[in-house]
């Protein structure tokens, strides 16, 4: 280990350059865009029983293209990821009350599409090695109000699913998977995000891939994958003319991905496997380069999984380096490296948890009749993911860079010069 004095004490930094910005935009994708472009069709949808309900060409090619990527019978686009987890809770069937158990651990939106419909999230705890929902905790915080689970394959990295759906084929119980950071990646060889009643992917702008906004449900289910499209496309004005007669949820909207995005989207699909594997081989490099770091733990790999390092998570233990996290993160940026997160995220801790607040001023739905008992959202409820949060979990977004082997290297060489001067960083 070098022993060169540090940035953050007046040393020479040891990336002086930017790296290059993710980009998986080609001339493919323009080409595309401009054929649809020229047509002058960038939309096809109508929000009425009619051929054109269902979208244009390319929606319709980009979705066929997804069902045969993703191994699915069905997939749906949508404008956003957020849009595709309001339409899978609505498409299982929740009702106004309904207990529905999500992960802490995640974007704001998979916890706040459960609200979307007058549900209550339950948030359990997550493991410490993959950083998805626990099972155990999940078991733990099933009431007979839980309808549903709502996975996360936080990073990139797959959640039990296995194990998940064991338990809510014991309790009846529907699951969402949100794998909008884990497109193309496998758990024991079928790809992430298609093994529960309905998942899917994020296409915005600095996922994997990506059209912009957007996002993509998959689901093997005739009757969920039906009532996707009814709430995606204005459900209400809908359904009398094509003879549906469950009218659950079938409030509309307008969650439609245009013909340009869709035409986007087939190129960009054609590409996923190679862009998984490139962000695979340099997160394998940077591994590598870690190893022998004391207190410093590299992304967990579960067997028979892959991973698509959207975030490379990293637990450091503070106690045994004798420095807090704050200190080492300053040091890293001092030494140029960029995309450091301590911490991630708590979502039962965020305003709208602690004080029972969203729709109106008066507590709705926790103070409403349709709340069947007083869900907690106390600090300590989910003290894996509230520990990591506050004290070890240290993350870099590899999504935001494409990193070249010597981009890595220099990462590798950042870390450890640091390492090697922890003694003085400590004040």
Known sequence: MTTEKLALQGGPKTITKSFKRYNSIGKEEVEAAKVVIES???????????????????????ERACE???????????NSWTSGLIAAVGAIGIEPGDEVIVSPWTMCASATSILHWNAIPVFADIEPE?????PKSVEANITPFTKAIMAVDIFGHSCDIDALMEIAKRHNLKVITDSAQAPG???????????????????????????????ILVTDDDDIFERLQLIRNHAEAV???????NLVNMVGYNFRLGEIECAIGIEQLKKLKGFVEGRQRAAERLTEGLQGLVGLRTPIIKPDCTHAYYVYPMILATDQLGVSRERILAALEAEGVTGLAAGYANLHLLPMYQQKLAYGSKG??????????????????????EELHEKSYLGYAMCLNELEYGDVDLIVEAFRKVWSNLDKINF
């Open 185 to 215: 990646v496998f758990n024991k060889g079928r790809m992430t995000g298609t093994q529960a009643h309905v998942g899917g992917y994020s296409l915005n702008y600095h996922k994997h891939i990506h059209t912009g906004e957007g996002g």
């Open 239 to 245: 359904v009398a003319d094509k003879g549906v007669t």
């Open 364 to 385: 709705f739905p926790w103070t409403a009749d349709i709340c069947k008992r007083d869900v907690s959202y106390a600090k300590g409820i989910c003290h894996v993911a």
């Open 130 to 134: 993959t950083f998805n929902l626990d």
């Open 40 to 62: 002058g069709v960038l939309s096809q949808f109508l929000g009425c029983w009619n051929p054109d309900f269902y979208g244009g060409t390319k929606v319709q090619e980009f």
């Open 68 to 78: 045969k990527y993703f191994g699915v019978k069905h997939a749906v686009t949508v």
